[in-house]
């Protein structure tokens, strides 16, 4: 944890829906420099829609997003392709190119934006296929890859341009636990190693409250705790109790809305 | 009533939504054109990959349309003696109608239906995503030689049809039924006209690749991002294709030759 300066990432009173349906109604958060942050919620509050935000992939009905001090959607799409370059993102899925090999999908990014020479990119890339422990699988197509492999792929991608941030969707659901032990250490040790910020974005309790800085709840379309890992454990909120202790009963109702399970059963249709 | 009003006035405000993405994605597309001139091997794998790989299914059903066209036609003709007329009829129909739209709708099944899926899938497994924050633009990427590749492939698969057909009428007329091997020729030879014909079907079936390839681009690229929306998207393409061939193919006949 490094002493605090101006934020990276800066939310403010961001109001997004999606049709009729509100996604965030009122957001404010912070991202601060060299930590790694937690954005904690149930499936569907809209933490991937949040990242795509930040990546200035969606706009916000209203409030900004800065990052590094830039609103996001006031950039032109030169700038805004510019800054995306200094931004990793980890999509839940990988997001691999299925078409290429692993290297090459390393490579891409080194391919698409330096011009640097073959020779070079090929160090660059086993050097960071080395870091997420892939150096030999640089010939596998993304097909042949098992689901944390694939992430640890898209890590090395999304490193290959050094950037200043990565941004994880869900880079722990439906991992075993030997990569998912991978993963945890290999999140917080890029993001000390490079002196990166680092944003994740997740609903595995545990894992997360592991190596994160700092933890913000959202819940139907609001920031509804935040604090340290252990303030979080400890919270008497009650939304964050039930949510980092996994209850079932409490603010968020285990069960859809629906009449009485009497009157249904009852009932004709 | 009120009801219904609003109803048809939300189905038109869809469909003209609809229509303007359409063209907002055309134009970013064409912007993406210049790029390729820089990256040419871009568009060679898609012209492999959308014009190559449609060559086996183009190649068959021209050579059995022409087979068709040269049995259908020796029957009438004969009628009035005319059969030495045989070859103009043939290279005619293909040329003019057959080469261009039967083609096209071949290359919407094969090859425009390809495109969505891919990128239907490219957009539901987030490669799309993932590329625009690798800030790569995916519609110039990915959409644009893609498009390019089916505006150029269409009028040469289109030709290769043309082409074989030409020879399935010849083969099935002078070989099977016995019309003349020079009359067959030099008829064809003089009432086929470079302009009137052969650069008029060119013109079809340009047109055609521009608009099968943008609907199966357009399809792909806007699907719903799950299984059920890809397939959906990729039947779409088939069908608006198709029916945008046929409908395009009168206007331009009508324009053509009407006079
Ligand atoms: N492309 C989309 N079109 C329409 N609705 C979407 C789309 N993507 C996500 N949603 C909706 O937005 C809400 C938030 O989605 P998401 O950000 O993926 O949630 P999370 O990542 O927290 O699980 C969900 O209710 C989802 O159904
Ligand atoms: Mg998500």
Same mark, same amino acid.
Do not use: N
């Given at each position: 944890m490094t002493s605090v300066s101006k934020p990276l990432v800066k939310v403010r009173d961001l109001y997004f829906s999606r049709g009729d349906k509100a996604i965030f109604e009122g957001v404010d958060l912070d991202i601060y420099r060299g930590w790694i942050t937690a954005i904690m919620g149930p499936s569907g509050t809209g933490k991937t829609t949040l990242l795509k935000l930040i990546g200035g992939q969606l706009r916000p009905d209203s409030g900004t997003i800065e990052v590094d001090g830039v609103d996001v959607h006031r950039l032109g799409s030169g700038d805004l392709y510019r800054l995306r370059k200094r931004m990793g993102m980890l999509f839940q899925s990988g997001a691999l190119l299925t078409d290429i090999s692993v290297f090459d999908n390393v490579a891409y990014p080194l391919r698409e934006h330096t011009g640097l020479p073959e020779t070079m990119i090929r160090k660059l890339v086993l050097l960071k296929l080395e870091a997420v422990g892939l150096r030999g699988a640089?010939?596998?197509?993304?097909?042949?890859?098992s689901g944390g492999m694939a992430r640890r792929v898209a890590l090395a991608r999304a490193m290959a341009l050094d950037p200043m941030m990565i941004m994880y969707d869900e880079?722990?659901?439906?991992?075993d636990p030997i990569s998912l032990g991978v993963l945890v250490k290999l999140i917080s040790s890029l993001n000390d190693a490079s002196r990166l910020t680092s944003i994740i974005v997740s609903h595995d309790v545990e894992e997360t409250a592991q190596i994160a800085d700092y933890i913000y709840v959202i819940s139907r379309g609001k920031v509804v705790d935040q604090g340290m890992p252990d303030q979080m454990m400890n919270s008497d909120a009650p939304w964050t109790r039930q949510f980092m202790k996994g209850?079932?009963?409490?603010? !968020?109702?285990?069960?859809?809305? !629906?009449?009485?399970l009497e009157k249904d059963l009852m009932g004709r249709s | 009533m009120l009801d219904v009003l609003a109803r048809l006035g939300r189905i038109g405000i869809g469909i003209l939504g609809h229509i303007g993405r359409g063209h907002l994605l055309l134009l970013s597309i064409l912007g993406g054109i210049p790029l390729l001139a820089r990256r040419p091997r871009l568009l060679i794998a898609q012209i492999y990959a959308v014009g190559v790989l449609s060559m086996l299914i183009i190649a068959v059903s021209g050579t059995f349309v022409g087979m068709v066209l040269g049995l259908q036609g020796y029957y009438i003709l004969s009628q009035f003696g005319a059969e030495q007329t045989l070859g103009v009829m043939v290279a005619a129909s293909l040329v003019r109608e057959l080469g261009p739209v039967v083609a096209a709708l071949l290359f919407a099944g094969r090859a425009g239906s390809a495109l969505t899926a891919e990128i239907g899938l490219m957009g539901a497994t987030e490669q799309l995503s993932g590329l625009e924050m690798m800030a790569v633009n995916p519609i110039k990427r990915i959409l644009a030689p893609r498009f390019l590749a089916g505006v150029i492939s269409m009028p040469l698969l289109a030709a290769v049809f043309s082409a074989l057909g030409v020879m399935g009428g010849y083969f099935v007329?002078?070989?099977?039924?016995?019309?003349d091997d020079g009359a067959f020729w030099s008829q064809m030879q003089t009432k086929i006209d470079l302009h009137e014909d052969v650069y008029n079907g060119v013109i079809k079936s340009l047109v055609f690749g521009f608009v099968c390839t943008w609907i199966a681009l357009f399809q792909g690229y806007y699907a719903t991002p799950t299984s059920e929306g890809v397939s959906r998207a990729t039947t779409r393409t088939v069908v608006h294709s198709s029916l945008a061939v046929l409908g395009l193919d009168f206007i331009l006949t009508a324009l053509m030759f009407g006079d």
């Open positions: 640089r010939d596998l197509m993304p097909g042949e890859l880079p722990f659901t439906g991992q209850l079932p009963d409490g603010p !968020a109702a285990f069960h859809y809305p !629906a009449p009485e | 007329g002078v070989g099977l039924l016995g019309v």
